[in-house]
């Protein structure tokens, strides 16, 4: 992909157009400026912070203050299939990337994903997603390699949190992230760097159940003896428990102490049965007693009516006879009377016997040890097996840690063979980054430098070797070798942005020697290998006298920025400053 032009909304903003090779955007000072005007917030950095930008960059302390303001800022490119495209961004309304340009062509979508009219509106993933099949192919390997946003920081640095180190390009960037990134920029599979992650995230659950004063094993160790004795003394309480043998007479009352009440029970119902039947006696006995008494021929006499003497004498037959009947009844009922009497009578004698054999026998079980001495051999039973099974539990949980720890010690072993293998086989493939390395520091320093690639206990160990010169910044010129011999070789293999991009903050602390160098070499190597190297400069900070030929800066400059007035910087306005780390 190549850079064309960087434009804006409003007509005071610098357009910058980009040219092959090597491009530098200069802030000088103006010959009106005062001495308090300065070219920091002239816009250098904001260059590269609007490319990032509308390349899908999460808005920054440098986008927000843009906001409210209306801007819409626009990137042109032209794809590696010569596909022009025109991608633009506000930061009002970031969510939105507006693309311009033949999409179908350059694959951003399908046929039927295009729109019929007008631009393609795309949000931040799906632009960044295309730009990582356009600049970072998976080359035909199933899994994701690290997105575009993380790999094109190493090729971007304008953050302070960039120019670390080499291979880091934020702070506190998570190891796994920093592997996976720069192990495929560096050819070797990425892949392991996940797995090494993994890896240690497993070793670090398994080391928060490790005491460093009493291993895993030890506490297994201390607990076996533990559990025997706990084992032992259930089975003792076991034995006891079933070779345990409450007294018949025990056993007896307490069968009888039950039927006597189920007895009760019942001698209580049928006394309450025949009582009711004695009443119901006594009512029919004195019923027939009435019937008796009954005087027929004194009830006729009363009402005056005057029998005749054979009327009579039936009438006293029929008397005679129902007083016999009226007897014979009664004497009856005298006899069950008499006869339920003596079963109730009978029956609270027995309830009465059974009630004092019940409360006999109650006292005696009360009095007694047996039951209790039974029922506490099984509670104690009851939680020496608890105590067992919680003891078993954790023998088998450290028995598990411990085998996942071996199997993890395994893992890891296996993996170091991988990676070591992984090393080996594409050293070719790193050879000429490690090379061209070496050669861009000893060109600046005079002295060899090594780049530096090993199996470490975590993963692959990424490393620089730097001259010894008490520069203060051969750090940053580590990071501008390191970042050159990446776009070498990314151009050579056909990936990567097509572009490379340095704040002036790269040459912080560097010596003006080291300074002309590096932007010969940057100049030499973007025009060699076909990709564009943006840089950024303060005037005053040029070395000119230390280049070879000044051409090489001078025909390089693509935008000159001043402090004379507001319309010398980039925006044509001036910003607050807010000081903060940029990230994505």
Known sequence: MRLRKLSANFSEFR???????????????????????????????????????????????RTEQMTGRSWEFALEVTTRSGVDLRASRSPDSPASIVVEGDVVAARIVGPDEAPAEGPLVLGPRQWTAWLGRECFPRGGIAAEPPTFRSLFRHLARYRSDSLIDPFRTLANQRAEAVQAENAYLLNLDWR????????????????????????????????????????????????????????????????????????????????????????????????????????????????????????????????????????????????????????????????????????????????????????????????????VAQTEEQIRTLRELSKRKAQIKSEELALTIRTELDLQERFELRAEMIARFGEIMEALYGEPA????????????????????????VHLMAIFAYDIALSEDLARRNRGPGFLLHDSSIFADVDERQTARA????????????????????????????????R???????????????????????????IGTESD
């Not at 910058?16 to 103006?30: C, P, Y």
């Not at 005062?34 to 390349?55: E, M, P, Q």
């Not at 000159?560 to 400053?577: K, P």
Request: hydrophobic share 40%; aromatic share 6%.
């Open 450 to 473: 090594d780049l530096m690639v090993s199996p470490g206990r975590a993963g692959v160990k990424f490393e620089v070797a730097l001259p010894r010169t008490g520069s203060g910044g």
């Open 519 to 550: 932007i010969e070499i940057a100049s030499v190597s973007a025009s060699s290998y076909g990709y564009q190297h943006l840089l950024t400069m303060n005037s005053d900070y040029v070395p000119w006298g230390e280049f070879g030929d000044r």
């Open 15 to 61: 357009t910058v157009e980009f040219r092959d090779g090597l491009n530098i955007v200069v802030a000088d000072r103006a010959q009106e400026a005062t001495k308090t005007d300065s070219r920091n917030g002239l816009g250098k950095t904001t260059v590269i912070a609007l490319i990032d930008f509308c390349l899908g960059a999460n808005m920054s302390p």
């Open 552 to 578: 090489v800066f001078e025909d390089a400059v693509v935008l000159t920025l001043h402090d004379g007035d507001e319309f010398g910087s980039i925006l044509g306005q001036r910003l607050h400053t807010i």
């Open 192 to 387: 392991l760097a996940k797995q090494w992650a993994s890896l240690r995230d497993q070793k670090s659950r398994i080391a928060l159940a490790d005491d460093p004063e009493s291993s895993i094993d030890s506490r297994i160790a201390a607990l076996e003896p533990h559990l025997v004795r706990l084992q032992r003394r259930a089975n003792r309480l076991a034995n006891d428990i079933s070779s345990f043998s409450v007294l018949p007479e025990y056993r007896e009352i307490e069968t009888r102490v039950q039927r006597s009440t189920t007895k009760i029970k019942a001698i209580t119902n049928e006394i309450f049965a025949d009582r009711q039947q004695l009443e119901l006696y006594e009512a029919q006995a004195r019923d027939e007693s009435a019937a008796e008494s009954l005087d027929v021929h004194s009830l006729f006499a009363e009402a005056s009516v005057v029998l005749r003497e054979d009327v009579v004498r039936s009438l006293a037959e029929a008397i005679e006879f129902q007083r016999q009947v009226a007897a014979n009844r009664i004497a009856y009922l005298e006899d069950e009377k008499r006869r339920v009497r003596e079963r109730v009578e009978e029956r609270e004698h027995d309830r009465a016997a059974l009630a004092a054999q019940q409360e006999q026998d109650l006292q005696l079980l009360r009095s007694g040890g047996a039951f209790d001495d039974f029922a506490s051999l099984q509670r104690g039973l009851a939680e020496a097996q608890v105590e």
